[in-house]
């Protein structure tokens, strides 16, 4: 069959949506860093923001079931590559993430959520009754228990974190009894628990985990480490007010008060300059997207394709909630960048090729 | 077209819908949180962001110096460099400690002892490492300015007095000011301030002191200056202008030498200062930075009390210048007519009791003074004459009129911790030790012996107010002083003039314990004083100790009625008579006080109003204080309560 669809088929809202986010993101980056060594970033940014969309369009065109068809094969990449990290990766700040190709580094974990979405699409399309029985929830939760374990060991709790959403919403939608996902809701509040109580989480977590959770809940107690930085955060999220101190005027940004302020933290710098009504846009927009995200999933011509774009819907909400409350001191620092704002080439290509394949499908609604 | 996996069309649209809301339930959350941020509590965080981002750094105020009252300088500045630590990022200062160490020639160790002890004040408050920079150092900072980013110079002003203690207890020194100073400054004082611990550094620090200034600059993450905001200069603490005279003082100070003891010289028609001098002293020179803690203690535990200003901290039996309280007595009283004599064997016996005359004793001429009126007495201090007077007064007339001429109080001078001594009563005894009043004792403290202890200025103002006819001017030291208080006791005209008669018999009368003191054309009077530390009777059977010997004391004044100068002197444990080793000192002050004045009358034209001010009409730096007068009295009645800095 001709599988042609004409330019009018993409979704050029959720494009639109998409290009504006980027926007606040370039913009706040050069903010952030025009004054500093690290003037010129903004431009690096815009490079991987053209190769992102790029990749976009060309991961759309490839027919999503023939990627799913392939998830076998993705999924042993992704493992083998996961494996191969750990043995070759090159550490950085303590932890094995980065794996050298073609001249760059990468972070393979960033590839290894793009899989486990195609994996569990596949996976859960291939359930036959319309309720998720336990049998199939454990085979799924195997699946993506490996690589998450994986992940863990890098270590990067982060990014391991953010294959859980992708699991629960995916297991949700493919029907999972309503008692039982209140069962895995409570299980998962016990867990939270668990990591924020010493005595359970010396045995779960590292220290530097430990010590970040710590700091979370008694910022006070840690000056200079972590509890620092979530404080600065909020002072300058606080002191930017309802107007901002605008472009460039942030002192927080400016003087280098907020860590990775055009990373991790580039909400909070984008806060404290363009104040509350700026963290509106910015929030409404993320809103929009993850919305359009819903609405695509809905219009999808079968239930893979939901999958797909639900598992990448997962993927961000989790993204900017978990960066975003971390900004505003409601979280730990967990080092979850935010999506297409943050600074780095690996998480906005994943961001790119997620939103290829929501395109993708996409593309596809009306094709039979 | 078909694929190798099943997959249906059908598609959960509610749990889909569920995810919708589930998205919107989320970013509202998390905009609540901003909102909770960034309009509720904006502006606390707002606070906190100035206050990373500006850092208040002080500009230290030079203290005013100090003049003598012609106008030269007797205390001053000279400046000096310190040695800040950054410490606002503590992994940043540990890397740079054996660098630190190593360029400035601190231990590791004693930095991380000052680290330690610190840890308690703000971050971003820099400590000092090293008070008092040397030129090597101040090179070392300078040329590892751009790769030592924790070390920062501060300059400041240091005290700078006339070496050796020369005035020392009178102008006291500067220390950095204790937790307790803080607490009462009600946010004046900052941790660190220079202020005065002691003597006129502390009694008109308010003055001294001034405003420090404030630069108020714009600093990164890592405490970097990155910008000025603005500079509110610092405004120097006021020049104060002393009662001092530098002649008199330099006079003083050689006259007593090294003998541990105290001289205070008074004008009595104002109550001006005229030298103070209080031995031994440390040099406040050393204390100028900071003293070492085994320097301290060793200042401390010093049996010789280097610390305590004698001038007004004394308190010490009066010996024979009381006899001047007892004839006082005897003749504002009536009771004792004036032609009163004894006859003195070189002993009395009373209630019982054989008292000695101090004649008796004596190891060359007579050892007994014979008959006596009351003039004799005065002049030759015959004990047995004043045993008699004091027996027939008895204790609360005596008591009375010491009370009276100011014994017993603080006379009020603008120096803190003075002292009251101790005029006995009966009161007393009952007081503190729950008796009677002995009969006996009162034939002891008739002399000036007993109980009974004054402090040097207490006697220079005595003596100068009983000559000047029972005005007693409040000594100070500060030059613009106004409304000086000022106490009258009115005695008549005749007991005036026989108790002056007396005193200047003391010295200018064959027979007078003073004799060999006269100086020529100049009423020179005034009274001896001996007084034991321990009955002669013990110290004959302890044999020969110099901490038993007798303190000597001469307050001698001239001239004989409404004195010019009165000058009281106390040389401790001398095993002198008063009048030898005392009355010298007393009569070289004496001298030079009237050897500048016909200097002064001679060599100029103006001398209209030469008499009561000296030195106006000489040629020196003016200076100018501006000192507020209710400002002035408001320091001047916290005088008395002074209390002693712990420190």
């Keep these: ?368 | 077209m078909s694929y190798s996996f099943h997959s249906d069309n059908r598609l959960p649209q509610t749990r889909l819908a569920v995810v919708s809301y589930i998205i919107v339930g989320m970013i509202g959350l998390l905009l609540l949180g901003f909102w909770k941020l960034q309009v509720i509590d904006s502006d606390k965080y707002g606070q906190m962001a100035e206050q990373n981002r500006v850092r208040s750094i002080p500009i230290i105020a030079p203290r005013g110096r100090m003049l003598d009252r012609d106008g030269r300088v007797l205390v001053d500045n000279r400046p000096s460099f310190s040695v800040l630590l950054l410490r606002d990022d503590p992994k940043l200062v540990e890397q740079y400690l054996p660098v630190i160490s190593d360029g400035l020639g601190i231990s590791v160790d004693d930095l991380h002892d000052q680290l330690q002890s610190t840890r308690n004040l703000p971050k971003f408050q820099p400590i000092v490492i090293k008070p008092e920079a040397s030129s090597a150092d101040l090179d070392f900072i300078e040329s590892h300015r751009a790769d030592i980013p924790v070390l920062e110079m501060l300059s400041v002003s240091r005290r700078r007095y006339i070496p050796d203690g020369f005035l020392g207890h009178a102008t006291g020194y500067v220390g950095e000011a204790s937790e307790q100073q803080i607490e009462a400054s009600n946010g004046k004082l900052r941790p660190g301030d220079v202020v005065g611990k002691s003597g006129l550094e502390r009694q008109y620090n308010d003055i001294l002191m001034g405003t420090d200034g404030m630069r108020r600059v714009i600093v990164n993450s890592v405490g970097k200056e990155v910008d000025h905001l603005s500079q509110q200069d610092p405004i120097p603490g006021k020049q104060v202008t002393l009662t001092i005279d530098l002649d008199l003082q330099t006079v003083a100070e050689q006259s007593l030498g090294a003998r541990p003891g105290a001289v205070v010289a008074l004008d009595p028609r104002t109550g001006e200062v005229l030298a103070m001098v209080s031995r031994p002293t440390p040099d406040p020179n050393d204390f100028a930075v900071r003293i070492p803690k085994e320097e301290w203690r060793k200042l401390n535990e010093d049996p010789l009390h280097p610390l305590l200003n004698r001038a007004i901290q004394a308190q010490l039996a009066p010996g024979s210048v009381f006899k001047i309280v007892t004839a006082t007595a005897m003749l504002e009283d009536h009771s004792i007519p004036e032609s009163f004599t004894t006859y003195c064997p070189g002993y009395g016996t009373f209630y019982g009791r054989q008292f000695k005359c101090w004649v008796y004793w004596s190891k060359k001429g007579p050892t007994s003074h014979g008959a006596a009126s009351l003039h004799d007495a005065i002049l030759k201090s015959c004990d047995v004459f004043f045993y008699t007077v004091g027996m027939k007064l008895g204790i609360d007339r005596l008591s009375f009129y010491g009370d009276k001429l100011g014994l017993g109080h603080k006379t009020g001078i603008d120096l803190p911790s003075e002292e009251s001594g101790l005029m006995p009563s009966e009161q007393w005894v009952e007081r503190v030790f729950h008796r009677k009043w002995y009969a006996g004792e009162t034939i002891s403290v008739a002399i000036g012996q007993g109980a009974i202890t004054t402090t040097p200025v207490q006697l220079a103002r005595l003596i100068g107010g009983i000559a000047s006819g029972g005005v007693f001017k409040q000594p100070h030291m500060l030059k613009d002083a106004q409304n000086v208080a000022e106490e009258k006791f009115p005695l008549s005209e005749h007991t005036v003039e026989r108790v002056t008669d007396g005193m200047y018999g003391v010295i200018n009368e064959p027979g007078g314990t003073g004799g060999q003191l006269k100086l020529t054309g100049i009423e020179f009077s005034g009274k001896s004083g001996t007084a034991q530390v321990i009955g002669y009777d013990t110290r004959n059977r302890l044999g020969k100790q110099k901490k038993f010997e007798d303190n000597a004391w001469f307050v001698g004044y001239a001239p004989k009625r409404n004195p010019e100068i009165v000058v009281a002197v106390l040389v401790q444990e001398s095993g002198q008579h008063g009048g030898e080793a005392a009355g010298p000192v007393v009569r070289d002050v004496v001298k030079a006080y009237y050897d500048k004045k016909n200097r002064k009358t001679q060599g100029t034209v103006t001398t209209a109003d030469h008499g009561s001010t000296p030195a106006s009409d000489a040629a020196v730096v003016a200076p100018v204080v501006a000192i507020k007068p209710e400002g002035l009295s408001a320091v001047q009645t916290h005088a008395a309560e002074g209390k002693p800095d712990p420190q």
């Excluded at chain 1, 409601?330 to 960048?337: E, H, L, N, Y």
Aim: charged share 15%; glycine share 10%; hydrophobic share 55%.
């Design chain 1, 1 to 368: 069959m001709k599988d042609a669809p004409g330019t009018r088929d993409y979704d050029w809202w959720l494009i639109a949506i998409l290009a504006a986010i980027c926007a606040l993101g370039v913009i706040e980056i050069y903010s952030a860093t025009h004054a500093s060594n690290l003037a010129g970033m903004h431009i690096k940014q815009i490079k991987w923001l053209l190769f992102g969309f790029a990749i976009m369009f060309v991961l759309s065109r490839v027919d999503y079931h023939l990627i799913l068809d392939q998830a076998l094969i993705l999924y042993i990449v992704c493992l083998a590559a996961l494996a191969a990290v750990l043995v070759l990766g090159g550490a950085r700040f303590g932890a094995k993430r980065w794996i050298h190709f073609l001249g760059q580094d990468f972070q393979v974990s960033e590839l290894a959520k793009l899989i486990i979405i195609i994996v569990l699409a596949r996976f859960f399309a291939e359930v036959r009754s319309d309720e998720l029985d336990l049998r199939d929830l454990l085979k799924a939760g195997m699946l993506v228990g490996v690589p998450l374990a994986l992940i863990l060991k890098q270590p990067d709790l982060g990014t391991a974190l953010v294959l859980v959403p992708m699991l629960a919403v995916g297991a949700f939608l493919a029907g999972l009894k309503w008692q039982h996902a209140g069962i895995f809701t409570l299980a998962g509040v016990l867990l939270v628990g668990a990591v924020f109580y010493p005595p359970v989480s010396k045995h779960i977590l590292k220290a530097y985990q430990r010590e970040r959770i710590t700091s979370f809940l008694h910022p006070e107690e840690d000056a200079k480490g972590s509890g620092y930085q979530l404080l600065q955060s909020k002072i300058a999220v606080g002191s930017g007010g309802f107007w901002g101190k605008g472009f460039g005027n942030g002192s927080q940004n400016q003087l280098g008060y907020i860590p990775v302020r055009y990373s991790d933290f580039i909400m909070s710098a984008w806060a404290e300059e363009q104040g509350f009504k700026g963290v509106l846009l910015a929030l409404g927009l993320y809103m929009a997207l993850l919305l359009r995200l819903v609405q695509n999933a809905q219009r999808a011509k079968d239930r893979a394709g939901m999958f797909l774009v639900m598992g990448v819907a997962a993927a961000l909400g989790f993204h900017v909630l978990v960066n975003v409350a971390m900004v505003i001191g409601a979280m730990p620092v967990t080092g979850i960048p935010l999506p297409l704002m943050s600074y780095g080439g690996s998480a906005t290509l994943f961001v790119f090729m997620a939103i290829g394949l929501v395109m993708n499908v996409r593309l596809r609604r009306f094709v039979n």
